[in-house]
């Protein structure tokens, strides 16, 4: 009878609590919360909407129905301005989509509606991410592929929330206020969602929800504060590193200014009368630390009154100088009330370099002269070679004072100092004469491709700074704009030394210190769960370290035994030991993946006669003599043009077609006769071994190669050649006619390249000649 009592008093007191969720879902109306009519527009509500916001705010309202008013507000928002949510609540007075079913459906005659505000439960909110757009959610892949880079640029702010989260609705009026600041200034947002990215949630270090973190560098911070906008501004300018802004009166000035040639870059100067520096600008130091030094003067200090006066600057407006290499004359100046994020990542971008700053490292050399993406924009590098000494400061001046001249966007300045680059002017100055004196060099070059390969052209005489030198590089920079073809050197360069290795000590100083401050900090407000992850990462390091030495001494004895078996190696080689030969022999050879076939008479009719239109066939003509040597090289040339499917690959075998090649040679006779002896002319035995033909089957006309010798085995060995200056024209004739194979291809690949960029002349045939008829050796 107890039970029976019980049950029934359960279920009287379900049945109330159903009525009062009725009765609370009938007197919610979002019409009625923002005042305004059925027939009201978007723009109209989206205006009562901001104006009710403002008035029930928490933060400005004090009333204690202010928190849930604003949220009525803010759900009565959201269904008048979704299509789908308005037209339910218009035909069924649902508000939500926890049931699909309108009036009368299935027998039901009421909705059973739960509202949110009642029992201040985020249902449908998500942790409060209608605040926080959907463009600020955040998953994992994108977490690592985005957001780690970025943050060595800029920081981010995330917010770690889930369902059913108590109190991450509370902070979500201080996390919109916040982050519609933030976002102006530049800063990353984020919000992750518990309940969909466990995975990133547990990357992160966050157990417990609502928690909000800072990424900087690829290192997570965590917000231990109450949420206020106030702390959060002060916790995103504590994870910005320290140092990046320098203070600047008029005592430390032309210091500050005059470390441009140290530091190899340019300084910026802000102008301002607060007190402490603006987060914007060290936002943007941060952003442009690798290429800018930032210093802030303070206009409120008497200290930099002559400051002031000295660049007669106002002080109604914030204003920002640029100093690069003339440290009394600002390069750029920008003045503006309320300075925007924009307006000075534009001024900082169009300032990053130096008139003409040193190459230190491959970087920067990729950023000043970039590789040719297009025909019609090319970008040439002034490269003057120089030296530390005191000897070179004439020279240095000199060229810097012409490239403080230069107006032209195509050309880019920039000096090295050979001692600190010696591998990349070796390859530079190779041909420059060993007897003449120590001086400066400038190179004119124009990089190719991201493999290294250049094409340069040193400027005779060397420099010193002269007026003559002046008047000599100023015409060679005219003939380029002119002619291109001028830079006739091509080579291939290293990557260039990391001269700022040495500032990897310091670097390393400060960023342990951070690291230390950031542990201490930890500590404190951490538990040791979340500790977890740089205890194991510390112990992971000693046992690294610990295995490294054990390894290493094991590893002393077997390294005693290798020279040993070298040796004995070695003195196989010598007896000529067959066990040394078939080990060598039994490595397999390397496989050049260029497609080659033999145009004979039953290739000739699909790979030439009837050839698709816009496709070219290029032609190695060879003998059966040299025809391992040259198809070898020949693939070695166009391998890099393999991915073109323009481009078909085939060889000639003149011994046996040799007819063919003088009848369509017939409509190239100027290009055949340059550099040909008259004797081989009129004996007609031309020697067409390293000939390469381009032939356009549709439009019927061909592009020709010749074997051009690249002079680099003959003076190697001037003294085996014989006769010195006095011989040297008669051996012209028995040189050109004697190339060694090996040479014949040797710029095969620029020639390619020009046959792509459609730069080469072309020779037009009537119609292609037969190839049925085989030559029969004499």
């Known amino acids: 009878m107890r039970m029976v009592v019980v049950l029934l008093s359960v279920m009287m007191v379900c049945v109330l609590l159903m009525d009062a969720m009725v009765e609370s879902a009938a007197e919610f109306d979002p019409y009625k919360v923002l005042g305004v009519t059925r027939s009201a527009?978007?723009?109209e509500i989206k205006k009562v909407y901001k104006r009710l916001a403002k008035e029930w705010h928490p933060d400005k309202n004090k009333n204690p129905e202010a928190e849930d008013m604003f949220i009525k507000i803010t759900k009565s928002y959201e269904i008048l301005?979704?299509?789908e949510k308005k037209a339910s609540y218009d035909r069924y007075g649902q508000t939500d989509n926890t049931h699909p079913y309108g009036r009368g459906h299935h027998g039901f005659r009421h909705n059973f509606?739960?509202?949110?505000?009642?029992?201040?439960?985020?249902?449908n909110n998500k942790g409060?991410?209608?605040?926080?757009?959907?463009?600020?959610t955040l998953h994992f892949s994108q977490y690592v592929n985005e957001v780690v880079p970025d943050s060595f640029k800029r920081p981010y702010l995330i917010k770690i929330t889930s369902d059913w989260c108590f109190s991450c609705i509370h902070i979500e009026p201080v996390w919109k206020e916040t982050v519609q600041e933030l976002e102006t200034l530049g800063i990353g947002i984020g919000v992750v969602d518990v309940g969909y990215e466990r995975r990133l949630a547990n990357h992160l270090g966050a157990h417990q929800t609502p928690s909000i973190l800072g990424v900087v560098n690829g290192k997570v911070s965590f917000f231990h504060y109450a949420v206020v906008k106030g702390h959060l501004m002060q916790f995103i300018e504590d994870l910005l590193p320290q140092r990046l802004v320098e203070k600047v009166t008029v005592k430390n000035n032309q210091e500050f200014l005059k470390s441009w040639h140290k530091l190899n870059k340019p300084h910026v100067l802000l102008f301002d009368q607060v007190p402490s520096v603006p987060l914007l600008y060290k936002?943007?130091?941060f952003a442009y630390k690798d290429y800018v030094q930032f210093g802030y003067v303070d206009q409120g200090l008497s200290e930099t009154a002559d400051l002031l006066r000295k660049f007669n600057l106002n002080t109604y407006a914030p204003t920002m100088l640029v100093f690069k290499e003339d440290v009394e004359k600002p390069a750029?100046?920008?003045?503006?009330?309320?300075?925007?994020?924009?307006?000075?990542?534009?001024?900082?971008s169009n300032n990053k370099f130096l008139l003409a700053p040193r190459l230190v490292n491959q970087k920067l050399f990729d950023e000043l002269c970039p590789v040719k993406q297009f025909h019609r924009r090319r970008k040439y590098c002034v490269l003057l070679i120089t030296g530390e000494e005191e000897s070179f400061a004439t020279g240095n001046e000199a060229f810097l004072s012409l490239a403080s001249d230069n107006t032209n966007d195509v050309l880019r300045f920039a000096y090295v100092y050979q001692r600190r680059q010696q591998p990349l002017c070796d390859v530079l100055l190779k041909n420059k004469d060993s007897t003449l004196p120590q001086v400066d060099q400038v190179v004119i070059l124009e990089r190719r491709n991201g493999a290294g390969k250049i094409l340069y052209k040193p400027v005779l005489g060397g420099w010193n700074g002269s007026k003559e030198d002046k008047h000599k590089l100023l015409e060679e920079l005219e003939r380029l704009e002119k002619d291109p073809s001028i830079l006739n050197c091509d080579a291939v360069l290293p990557e260039l030394n990391n001269e700022l290795t040495s500032m990897f000590l310091t670097r390393w100083i400060y960023t342990a210190y951070d690291y230390l401050s950031e542990i201490i900090a930890d500590l404190l407000h951490n538990n040791w769960r979340e500790m977890m992850p740089?205890?194991?990462?510390?112990?992971?390091?000693?046992?690294?370290?610990?295995g490294t030495v054990v390894i290493q001494a094991f590893s002393d004895s077997s390294e005693e035994k290798q020279p040993k078996t070298k040796a004995k190696e070695a003195s196989n080689a010598e007896n000529g030991s067959p066990h040394t030969s078939s080990t060598s022999s039994s490595r397999p050879p390397k496989k050049n993946f260029v497609e080659v076939t033999e145009l004979t008479d039953i290739t000739y009719t699909s790979n030439l006669v009837k050839l698709r239109p816009g496709h070219i066939n290029v032609v190695l003509v060879l003998t059966d003599s040299t025809k391992n040597i040259l198809l070898s090289k020949f693939a070695k040339e166009v391998y890099s043009f393999t991915g073109s499917l323009t481009l078909h690959f085939s060889f000639l075998n003149v011994d046996k077609h040799s007819e063919w090649m003088a009848a369509v040679l017939e409509y190239a006779q100027d290009a055949v006769q340059i550099d040909t002896d008259e004797e081989e002319v009129y004996s007609c035995k031309v020697d067409y071994t390293g000939y390469v033909l381009a032939l356009n089957g549709h439009k019927k006309y061909l592009c020709l190669f010749k074997p051009v010798y690249t002079g680099e085995d003959l003076d190697s060995k001037p003294e085996e050649e014989g006769g010195g200056s006095r011989s040297r024209k008669g051996m012209t004739r028995s040189r050109s006619t004697s190339l060694q194979i090996h040479h014949k291809l040797d710029r095969l690949g620029l020639w390619v390249e020009r046959l792509m960029e459609g730069t080469l002349p072309r020779y037009y045939v009537p119609a292609w000649p037969g190839l049925d008829k085989i030559t029969v050796n004499k």
Request: net charge negative.
């Open 128 to 136: 409060g991410q209608d605040f926080a757009n959907s463009k600020y």
């Open 113 to 123: 509606y739960f509202d949110e505000s009642f029992f201040h439960f985020p249902f």
């Open 534 to 546: 740089l205890l194991s990462l510390i112990f992971s390091a000693l046992f690294i370290l610990f």
């Open 332 to 348: 750029d100046i920008i003045q503006a009330k309320g300075m925007k994020k924009h307006i000075i990542d534009e001024f900082i």
């Open 283 to 285: 936002l943007t130091a």
């Open 81 to 83: 301005t979704n299509e």
């Open 41 to 43: 527009s978007q723009s």
